[in-house]
């Protein structure tokens, strides 16, 4: 069952370091979305991507954060420099369709946890 | 502006006992509208899903949520919780026109207590 696959689950870094986190979107799905999740807080959107195509990056920082999901391999997304305010959950989610085209679903994976020291 | 509003972001209730876990949202278009359940460091698992057609929807769980257009509400309720309920509960809405991305509540804490 070869769902949303997420990597690293955890990773720990040090201000001023760079995190990188990969999304491999279930078999058949081109569409990946990206969510933070805060402690305490809902998920909020990031960015949403098609292969080699970003579609909407509304909901990224202006500066450090930046995505990508290339024709092979998986969707990643990076942060430069990393702070303590970038620690939260990562969440990548898939879908076979663009939310404009299909009923809206999402299929999430397990969340890349990210902590800084 | 569109929104997603879950009013209770903790709920306690003994095993057993009926609960319901209100969203409203804020829109002026047509919505698409979901549940997802979160447990403990796990991702999202969609419980239930409005998309059209009847307003009462059922899910996974045994639990169901009603669809109300005029009160812009979807209330998620179980008639009896279980301990393994105890989960953060996510409405998300998806807004028709423009939007390329489901909008989340802030999610509600559901514990179950024996």
């Known amino acids: 069952n070869a769902g949303v696959m997420q990597n690293p689950r955890h990773l720990v870094r040090r201000r001023g370091q760079e995190a990188r986190l990969r999304c491999s979107p279930m078999?058949?799905?081109?569409?990946v979305y990206w969510y933070r999740q805060l402690p305490e807080e809902g998920l909020k959107f990031m960015v949403y991507?098609?292969?080699?195509?970003?579609?909407?990056e509304s909901g990224m920082p202006k500066e450090r954060f930046s995505a990508e999901f290339p024709k092979e391999g998986p969707s990643i997304l990076r942060i430069q420099q990393v702070v303590r305010g970038d620690s939260a959950a990562y969440f990548c989610?898939?879908?076979?369709?663009?939310?404009?085209?299909?009923?809206?679903?999402?299929?999430f994976g397990e969340g890349s946890r990210l902590t800084v020291l | 502006a569109q929104s997603v509003t879950q009013l209770d972001s903790q709920v306690p209730v003994f095993e057993e006992a009926p609960v319901e876990l209100r969203c409203n949202y804020s829109?002026?278009?047509?919505?698409?509208l979901f549940w997802y359940v979160q447990y403990p460091n796990q991702g999202l698992q969609l419980l239930l899903k409005?998309?059209?057609?009847?307003?009462l929807v059922k899910g996974i769980n045994g639990f169901e949520a009603e669809f109300n257009k005029s009160q812009t509400s979807f209330h998620l309720r179980k008639p009896s919780v279980h301990i393994s309920d105890t989960a953060e509960y996510f409405c998300?809405?998806?807004?028709?026109?423009?939007?390329?991305?489901?909008?989340f509540g802030s999610g509600t804490q559901l514990t179950v207590l024996p």
């Open positions: 078999k058949g799905h081109s569409h």
């Open positions: 409005y998309l059209s057609g009847s307003t």
């Open positions: 829109s002026s278009v047509s919505v698409y």
């Open positions: 998300a809405v998806w807004f028709s026109g423009s939007a390329r991305q489901l909008t």
């Open positions: 989610a898939s879908s076979p369709h663009g939310t404009g085209l299909n009923t809206g679903e999402l299929f």
């Open positions: 991507l098609q292969k080699e195509n970003i579609i909407d």
